[in-house]
């Protein structure tokens, strides 16, 4: 299966870049290509979540649920999506202080499959995956960076 990894340098707190990142039903809001997040079950260490993504070169949107588990004192959240339109998807995040500012990792693993079409589009959908998850982590580096 395919990995997709990104990483950023946010020049905020790692706290505040934690609370950003932790707050996913706030991404539509500054994430372009995420419609929606809903959370359907939420302790302090597991969500549920509902996703909707575009595909704008696909012409068409994406949706899954996910299962999250944060955890706060190593801030690093692991995720799988338990069902929706992946035929696998699952990753992490982690979260470390780098001096004054934060060091942010994404790495996602997934599979999807189209029937016919499948194999002519697994080169647009792993570059589509790795600029989704660059533009994710510029998204927050924004909103953290701006937040004083």
């Known amino acids: 299966m395919p990995t997709v990894e990104a990483e950023v340098f946010v020049n905020a707190p790692l706290e505040r870049v934690y609370a950003i990142s932790r707050d996913i039903e706030a991404f539509p809001e500054f994430m372009d290509d995420v419609q929606e997040v809903r959370i359907l079950e939420q302790t302090p260490e597991r ?7 575009a595909v704008k070169e696909l012409g068409r949107t994406i949706t899954w649920t996910e299962e999250d588990f944060w955890n706060d004192k190593t801030h690093l959240c692991t995720f799988r999506q338990i069902e929706g339109d992946f035929t696998s998807y699952e990753g992490v ?3 470390e202080k780098d001096g004054d ?15 016919l079409v499948g194999a002519l589009i ?4 792993q570059k589509k995956m790795r600029q989704n998850c660059e533009s994710m982590l510029e998204a927050i580096k924004g909103k953290a960076e701006s937040a004083e």
């Open 47 to 53: 969500q549920v979540s509902r996703w909707v993504g």
């Open 93 to 95: 995040w982690s979260f």
């Open 101 to 115: 500012s934060t060091r942010v990792r994404l790495q996602v693993t997934y599979e999807f499959r189209v029937p």
């Open 122 to 125: 697994q080169g647009l959908l």
